[in-house]
């Protein structure tokens, strides 16, 4: 009689680290806020949601080359090849095994972050149409570059939705083509894998050296880089 085919054993492990959770999160929550509040002419508000989204920005980025190994740039982001070869896999219908985002996954994360970099430089140049109102690096600028700074920050916003778009649609399309769950990951920070992928996490101390020092950098952005 054949031997029965061993079933490999799924295992449940940690893939996303608390701080790349709460950043994403915040992020979500927070460029919704940025956007209401800039409709309905909260500029004040709409100003330090936009700190906070530079804190979690500039975070996410030093998390990128400090952090726990899923969140690190070197381990995700990889070269044209790489991108190519897994693009061609995407009509296959099974759930990938990568520990963490794929190799198109990254670009993503890249065009996402790069984009919201470039929507909060543009509005801290940005002024408003009768130059009441602007971000704490208008007067650096005269009134027309200010304008120009805002109608950058108009258009920047609008490719952050396209990204938004593509994105939110990405997970959807792996959710019901792929059957593979990336939601539930980002809120439990644990996901099944045939073997454990023996991911490495930083300590909670760097995480919060990290914020404190992503927290003064926005705090000092918010003061028009002055003392
Ligand atoms: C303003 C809206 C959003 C922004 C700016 C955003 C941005 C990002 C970024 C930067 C990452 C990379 C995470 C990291 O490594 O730090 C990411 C991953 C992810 N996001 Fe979002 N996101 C948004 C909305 C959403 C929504 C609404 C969902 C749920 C439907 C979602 C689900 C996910 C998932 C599942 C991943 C992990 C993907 C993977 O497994 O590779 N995101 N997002
Ligand atoms: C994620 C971050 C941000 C998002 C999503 C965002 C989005 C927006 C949007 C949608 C508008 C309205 C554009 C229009 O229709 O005229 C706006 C206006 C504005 N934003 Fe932001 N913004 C962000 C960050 C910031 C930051 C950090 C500052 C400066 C501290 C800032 C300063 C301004 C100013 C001064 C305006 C008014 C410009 C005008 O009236 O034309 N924004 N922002």
Redesign the pocket.
Known sequence: MAEPRAVEAAVRAKLWDGPTRLVHWGLVV??AF??WS??TGR?TW??W???A??GLVVFRIIWGFVGSGSARFSRFVRGPAAVAAYFRTLPNRSPTDVPGHNPLGALSVLAILAL?AV??VT??F????DGF????L?DRVDFDTG?RF??W??LS?TG?QVLVALHVAAVIFYLVYKRNNLIGPMISGRRSFARDPGLTFAPAWLALLVAVLAGAFAWWV?KGLRF
Do not use: K, T
């Open positions: 927070l460029i940025s956007w800039a409709e500029l709409h100003r949601s936009g700190y989204v530079v919201l929507q909060v509005g801290l940005a002024v408003d149409l109102e602007g971000g704490p208008s304008r805002a109608a920050h108009e916003f952050i918010s």
